[in-house]
């Protein structure tokens, strides 16, 4: 009998019940799930359970964080639930229905460059050891390779990894499309092997190449040039995608008993001479424009401005997904500069959000629940693995997350300004010196303690004020009086059309008809859910309730039109502050009803002791508690 029996039952229930999975799987520390109507969801109740560490969605998948023990509580969810885990791959693929389709190119970039990640890391940590051995005098004005005949056969021998890393990339590009897209991956293999054939003038020699000197192709008709594509990313992912769509057209019209003979000789060929005739040279057109477009924008007299809105909305775009386009303009920047100043004000984000989760645990040092999240979640933003301290901890609470924001630009705009380089995609986090040039190593331990010591403070001086303000409504709330949070006609939860209320499965409460556009809090505390569409809120109360207002019926299909929020997920609201407005009118007029019920979704119960009469907003009276 598994420890989370009872967490896999509420979990089911709050997830909207089997009938809402379209499928499941997890992760290292999470549960993913996709769910038919994402909106069924009670993050409340989810994040409230014991086994939970916080929620979030990207993708299109609803992800609940457990923890190291993930296995054991997936094996006991989908054995309760009766229900099939399904691989990663699937869950990705039934989450595109939820995904829009920015969201689905962003993915499948990442797809494309999530098997490449490892190798690029690998060389340039070698290309890091190699600058250390051979590149740094420090033996009286000789490198360490000069010193020693051993060393100095290190220093070659790495760069045969080396070279094989970053020259020989679009063999691993091509394979990693065809593999994403379901062809021969043997196919993509030649393909890209035929981009980097030692037949063809290396890539990285061009420049230094008169165009007399350049070898061609001479078919009489036609010249085509001998150019390879060595480092090249985006030439490659053109001419991959030139090869999936061709073979995936020869095997839908290809007869089953010639396909093996036709299929690939009618998808390698064409697909070689458009690699080498069109896209390459479009692909390395376009490569070398956002390349340049961003070196120079970087190494421009206002390098610091886009350093300093880069580290600030990196985060934010993490979350988004959008995040995955920087390892293609790395990689190209490491191809044509033999470094990239991107991807050390990515390392140094990842620092920046670790130190608000840092000073977060120190804000909660007494909360043993929020320690569980915090502690984890900040060892893995500091090594690289931004998520859970995003999602988790900097996300729910806000300020966290905009204090992170300010020391990750203030780091980048250092990082930047000093021309920190690192020699290619690196590990993120504290470890990320390592990828770092070593000339440049002084400047980005500079730019490490700014992304420490700014967010770290912020969060701090931001966090203690939050907290003393809830500490002194908590202690005045203990006399709070339910304030009705509408003005309308009151009525039992049973009486609401909608079952998911009028069941009593999310908790006892009521509802009211409204008559009037503003909406309150009806007891001082957190908001814990703010629903993007902006008709419906959560509050953990400072008596200790939890409280969900639900504003109209099917409100949802309106998109946040007519409604005009004025909190966010983390704020603390005083009984009395206006949540939302509302635009009744609008609302009537899109086919909506008014009825919104409110719900005590932590199991209080409750006596209406007024039924089917007009309350006004903050009205005290309006029930009692049992």
């Not at 966010?568 to 206006?578: A, E, F, R």
């Amino acid at each position: 009998m598994s420890k989370f029996n009872e967490d896999v039952k509420l979990l089911l229930t709050y997830v909207g019940g089997k009938e809402n999975i379209k499928a499941v799987s997890h992760c290292v520390t999470r549960m993913r799930f996709v769910l038919a109507d994402p909106n069924k969801a009670d993050i409340a109740k989810i994040e409230a359970l014991p086994c939970t560490k916080g929620t979030f969605t990207q993708s299109g998948q609803f992800q609940v964080i457990i923890g190291n023990e993930v296995s054991e509580f997936y094996n006991a969810f989908t054995a309760y639930a009766g229900i099939e885990g399904v691989s990663k791959d699937a869950v990705k693929d039934s989450a595109k229905s939820n995904q829009t389709v920015l969201q689905r190119i962003m993915g499948a970039l990442g797809e494309i460059f999530a098997p490449l990640i490892p190798a690029l890391i690998c060389g340039g940590l070698i290309l890091g050891f190699r600058n250390i051995i051979g590149e740094i005098a420090m033996f009286d004005g000789k490198t360490l390779a000069e010193t020693a005949t051993f060393w100095q056969g290190v220093y070659n021998f790495l760069w045969l990894i080396g070279e094989a890393v970053f020259h020989m990339l679009p063999v691993g590009i091509v394979w990693s499309i065809t593999k994403k897209m379901g062809t021969t991956q043997m196919l993509g293999i030649v393909l890209g092997l035929t981009l980097v054939s030692p037949q063809l003038l290396n890539g990285f020699q061009v420049a230094n190449t008169a165009a007399k000197d350049i070898p061609i192709w001479d078919f009489g008709f036609a010249q085509v040039q001998m150019i390879g594509y060595q480092g090249q990313v985006i030439a490659a992912m053109m001419a991959g995608f030139v090869l999936v769509y061709l073979e995936k057209f020869f095997r839908k019209h290809c007869p089953a008993v010639i396909s093996m003979i036709v299929v690939p000789f009618c998808s390698l060929i064409p697909a070689v001479v458009i690699a080498h005739t069109i896209v390459g040279p479009i692909g390395w057109t376009i490569g070398n424009g956002i390349a340049d477009i961003v070196y120079t924008g970087l190494t421009s007299s206002f390098g610091v401005v886009f350093a300093a809105l880069f580290g600030l909305i990196y985060a934010p775009i993490v979350m988004t997904g959008l995040h995955h386009m920087t390892n293609a303009i790395d990689t190209t920047l490491t191809s044509m500069f033999g470094g990239t100043i991107l991807w050390p004000m990515i390392a140094l984000s990842n620092i920046a959000q670790g130190s608000s989760v840092l000073a977060m645990s120190v804000l909660q040092k007494q909360d043993e629940k929020a320690q569980q999240i915090n502690i984890p979640a900040m060892i893995s933003c500091y090594l690289g693995v931004t998520e859970p301290a995003l999602f988790g901890v900097n996300l729910k609470y806000g300020f966290p997350l905009i204090c992170g924001m300010i020391g990750s630009s203030v780091a980048a705009v250092i990082s930047v300004g000093f021309g920190v380089q690192a020699f290619s995609i690196g590990v993120g986090g504290l470890p990320g010196i390592i990828s770092i040039k070593s000339e440049y190593w002084m400047a980005f331990i500079m730019a490490m303690i700014a992304a420490v010591v700014i967010p770290f403070l912020l969060t701090l001086v931001v966090g203690k004020k939050k907290l003393h303000q809830k500490e002194q409504h908590v202690q005045s709330g203990e006399a709070e009086v339910f304030l009705s949070p509408m003005s309308g006609t009151c009525m039992e939860i049973n009486e609401v059309a909608d079952q998911g209320f009028a069941s009593g499965a999310m908790g006892e409460g009521f509802a009211i008809d409204l008559i009037d556009g503003k909406v309150v809090a009806p007891f001082s505390g957190e908001i814990i859910v703010a629903f993007p569409t902006k008709h419906a809120y959560g509050i953990r109360c400072d008596n200790g309730k939890e409280i969900l207002l639900h504003i109209g019926m099917d409100t949802v299909d309106l998109q946040g039109e007519g409604f005009q929020s004025k909190v966010k997920v983390g704020d603390y609201v005083k009984q009395g502050d206006i949540i939302v407005e509302v635009d009744l009118d609008y609302v009537k007029k899109q086919g909506k009803s008014l009825i919104s019920p409110v719900v005590f979704t932590d199991g209080t119960k409750i006596k209406m002791l007024k039924q089917h009469e007009i309350v006004q907003l903050k009205e005290a009276g309006l029930l009692a508690f049992i």
